[in-house]
């Protein structure tokens, strides 16, 4: 089974990576950078909770598919 969240995962690493990279320069943020940075914050603010959604959805049907388990040591 592939993992649900491998497709989420690099979108969100490359979206970090952006904003380093925009904490690192040696001036100021420009209107239009200030823009994209709280645009990419955003995003990743959705792509996170995406992440925390298919990560429950696969906890609760691994729980269900083995009821006996306990959650976290599956």
Do not use: N, W
């Not at 592939?2 to 490359?14: F, G, L, R």
């Not at 925009?22 to 792509?47: G, H, N, P, V």
């Amino acid at each position: 089974m592939t993992d649900p969240t491998s497709a989420i995962k690099p979108e969100v690493s490359q979206l970090v990576e952006l904003q380093i990279q925009a904490f690192r320069q040696d001036s100021s943020l420009t209107t239009s950078e200030l823009l994209q940075y709280r645009m990419r914050a955003e995003k990743i603010r959705i792509l996170y909770q995406e992440l925390i959604e298919l990560e429950e959805g696969v906890s609760s049907r691994l729980c269900a598919e083995h009821p006996s388990a306990t959650p976290g040591r599956l």
